[in-house]
Each structure stands twice: as C-alpha cells, then as structure tokens.
C-alpha cells in the first residue's frame, strides 16, 4: 500500500510517517519547501506551491489513500494576513488536491482529513459527539467548518471521506504542550481565566494510531480525535505542575490581560469544548493514554 500525506513534515505528520513505515505502507509526500525532498522508495518527496496551482502530479501515481494534514499553524498571531494564510493553506490545498486526483492515474479510494475540535462551539456544560449540528461561530469554527465540507467534494470522485476532529495534541515535541509546561517550570505557571474551561487533549501516539485505525478499517465519517477524559484548564495546569513538582503560586491570569498581549488569538486558550471519544472506541480503537496523569508520566 502508498498513502500520499500532505503536512508529513509536521507534529502530527512525521509521527505518522514512523507509523507507516512501521507497518510496511510506503509514503509519498507533498511539500512547499524543496530542501524537505527526500527520494527512497518508501519516502518520496514531491514539490508543490498550492499558493500558484503548482503540484508535482506524479505524487498521486500508484496512492491507495490520502492523509490531507496540511495547515498553516493557528498559532501564529491573528492578524487579518495571517488569518487569510490560515483559510487559503486547508482550502487550497484541498482544491488542488481534488483537480489532482481527478485529472492523473491513481488508485485512490480513501482520503483522511485532519479537522479540528474547534468546530464545536464554545461551551462549560455541553459534551459534544459528531452528531452536534450546532458550529461555533468564531473564526475558527468558521475555518473548520469551509476545510471540512472542502474535504467532501472527494465523495464526488467516488473516493470515501474520513475526517478526524482532533483536539489539544499533547507531544514533547512540540504544540500545546511544550508551551503549558513551560511558565510553570519557570515557576510562573497559572490557569487561565475561570480555569472551567475544557481542554480535550489527545496523545499524539493515539492521534497517530488513530489515523492508521481509521485507514486500516477504512471507515467513513467524522471522528473526534480526542482521549476518553478531558479535563479542565485549571485540573491541566495543576496536573502539569504536580508532575514537574513545581508550585503554583500565582493567581489565574484574567482574559483581559491575555487579550491584551495575544490579542483575537487569545481565545485558544479561554474556549471550552468537552468532546466525547465514543464512537472511535465503538470500532474498536484502543487508547493508550486515557487519562491525563498517564499521558504527564510520559511526556515529562
Ligand atoms: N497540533 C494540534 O494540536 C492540532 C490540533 C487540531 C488540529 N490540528 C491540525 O492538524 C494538522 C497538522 O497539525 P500539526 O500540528 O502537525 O501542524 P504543523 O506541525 O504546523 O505542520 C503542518 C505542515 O503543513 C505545511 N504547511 C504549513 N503552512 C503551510 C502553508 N501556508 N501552505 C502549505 N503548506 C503549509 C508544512 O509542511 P511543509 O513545510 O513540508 O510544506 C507543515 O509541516 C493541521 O492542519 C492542524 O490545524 C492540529
């Protein structure tokens, strides 16, 4: 089997390269920076600049399944340019990502998408399962929701489409937490606001186990890509904090104050989403970290 895996040099992306490798799936991939090309046969490289509809074709050639990670990082600042790249870097991809199927030989029969938790609206009570017809109405909810109905033009190629809405990835390596950890060894570390918030994290070795699950038994639809217990920013931070045996000392830091220095993306942190992880489970998917406290013991 070939997958082609867009966004293969990120977080998530190389994680999922090992993991194919590891189970004998050769991985095409398409990247923006040419220094990134590598070219064995199980890892071949291909160039595209999605900003001008340029694409290297032959990446589709002999590809059985896409895993579609591409996206510009949501946390730079949100300003109106950056924004506009957040959107154009998942709807453009896509786009050419379809032109390029539908118009070159391939055997693709499955696309998996990334999409993110941030589609549920901003909520301390609701626990949000796949079924929610409600979208937040914030600009990320408004991103997700145009990425993924972007993704469901591939159904009209005959071509099933699986979509991960995947929550607060925990890694040493880098995203959320890296970030959390970080004033609290310093000895700075507070929740943030009320600290009710929800924070539907995920291992980042589940999220990649999820994906190859969701490949392996070809299922259709959304999933949430989050771990069975989230927990609230305030239990987060004092988890961390207990694990690294560092106190907290400081207050909650106010929202006006982390509006004031992140400016609009200060809401990444102040949202609350509690999102359910049944239905990956109904299928059989295994988590490996459950809770959070087995999840800090590794990644501290
Ligand atoms: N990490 C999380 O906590 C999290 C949570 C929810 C959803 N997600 C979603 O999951 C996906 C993967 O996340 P990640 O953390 O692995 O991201 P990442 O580390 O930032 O990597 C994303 C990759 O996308 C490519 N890329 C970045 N900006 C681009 C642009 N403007 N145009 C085209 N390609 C661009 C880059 O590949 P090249 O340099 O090789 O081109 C990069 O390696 C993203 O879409 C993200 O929104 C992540």
């Given at each position: 089997m070939r997958v082609l895996i867009t966004g293969a040099t990120g977080l998530i992306g190389t994680e999922i390269v090992k993991k194919c490798h590891n189970n004998g799936i050769a991985v095409n991939y398409l990247t923006?920076?040419?220094?990134?090309k590598e070219n064995t046969a199980s890892y071949q490289g291909f160039y595209w600049n999605p900003s001008k509809a340029?694409?290297?074709?032959?990446?589709?050639?002999?590809?059985?399944?896409i895993i579609h990670l591409v996206g510009s990082s949501?946390?730079?600042?949100?300003t109106e340019a950056n924004k506009q790249v957040m959107i154009s870097s998942r709807l453009e991809t896509t786009a050419l990502l379809h032109e390029t199927v539908k118009n070159n030989p391939n055997n693709i029969k499955q696309i998996i998408s990334a999409s993110a938790i941030g589609y549920y609206p901003d909520s301390l009570t609701n626990y949000y399962?796949?079924?929610?017809k409600q979208i937040s109405d914030s600009f990320l909810g408004k991103v997700v929701q145009e990425w993924e109905q972007a993704v469901d033009a591939f159904k009209t190629l005959n071509i099933t489409v699986s979509k991960i809405r995947i929550g607060i990835v925990f890694s040493k390596?880098?995203?959320a937490f890296p970030q959390l950890a970080k004033p609290i060894k310093l000895g700075v570390g507070a929740a943030m606001g009320s600290g009710e918030q929800w924070m539907s994290w995920i291992h980042l070795k589940d999220l990649t186990n999820i994906f190859l699950h969701v490949l392996e038994h070809k299922l259709e639809g959304v999933y949430n890509g989050v771990a069975p217990n989230p927990v609230t920013n305030q239990a987060v931070t004092k988890a961390i904090a207990r694990q690294l045996k560092?106190?907290?000392?400081?207050p909650n830091i106010p929202k006006f104050a982390m509006k004031f220095v992140l400016?609009?993306?200060h809401t990444l942190l102040f949202e609350s989403q509690r999102v359910c992880s049944k239905k990956i489970e109904k299928t059989g998917f295994e988590f490996e970290y459950v809770n959070l406290e087995l999840a800090l013991e590794e990644l501290v």
């Open positions: 923006t920076s040419k220094s990134k340029e694409i290297d074709v032959n990446c589709v050639k002999d590809v059985d399944v949501i946390s730079k600042r949100w399962t796949e079924e929610e390596k880098g995203g560092m106190p907290l000392i400081l400016g609009e993306m």
